[in-house]
């Protein structure tokens, strides 16, 4: 049960109107009113008051109302990488279909203009890197579980941070075979170039 519904509950068993709830905890009687209609919530003092008043623990009172709270913040989680994924994607996307066209029609001033784009995918790709970090995900299962909101057991934990150090060999492998091959293409446009002046 929500606290707002609680509180009305209780009060009403108690025999008080919003007026003499709202007078026993100093406040007024349209803010009992926002509490029991959800529109606002009581600060830690008068949740310690409500406590006292209706001789009930504040975890009772609360209780409902802190699994939604996890539920929402959980869910805002997600979206945010889901959002920094998406924006990733899209980065991604325009620097890997805009490389050749700049390079094309500008020649190295083109380069010189898809910089920034590739700036900002490494950006994006920090930010991703980063909420994974916070929420302590690195395999693909985590992640696949993280945005579906769900959580893996302690077993099924244990076996992916297991798998954590082959995943950073791979990435450290993948990583230097993607400065090669970077490297060789900019060696590649700058003998090019050196040609074509």
Not at 42 to 48: G, K, R
Not at 123 to 142: F, G, L, N, P
């Amino acid at each position: 049960m929500e606290l707002g519904q609680q509180l009305k509950t209780r009060r009403t068993a108690a025999g008080m109107t919003q007026d003499d709830l709202a007078e026993k905890l100093y406040v007024t009687r349209q803010t009992v009113s926002n509490w029991e209609n959800g529109k606002s919530y009581p600060d830690i003092h008068s949740l310690l008051m409500l406590s006292e008043l209706f001789h009930v623990s504040l975890d009772e009172l609360i209780k409902g109302d802190l699994k939604t709270m996890k539920e929402k913040v959980n869910q805002s989680e997600i979206d945010r990488y889901k959002r920094a994924g998406n924006v990733f994607a899209v980065w991604m996307f325009v620097c890997l279909l805009s490389v050749v066209p700049l390079y094309k029609w500008l020649g190295t001033l083109g380069l010189a203009a898809w910089a920034p784009l590739l700036a900002a995918m490494i950006y994006s790709c920090c930010k991703v890197e980063k909420i994974k970090k916070e929420q302590d995900i690195h395999t693909y299962r985590e992640i696949v579980a993280f945005v579906n909101g769900e959580k893996l057991d302690e077993i099924e934990k244990a076996r992916e941070s297991g798998k954590r150090p082959y995943q950073n060999a791979a990435k450290l492998l993948v990583g230097a075979a993607a400065g090669i091959l970077t490297a060789w293409l900019l060696t590649g446009l700058w003998a090019l170039l050196s040609r074509m002046l």
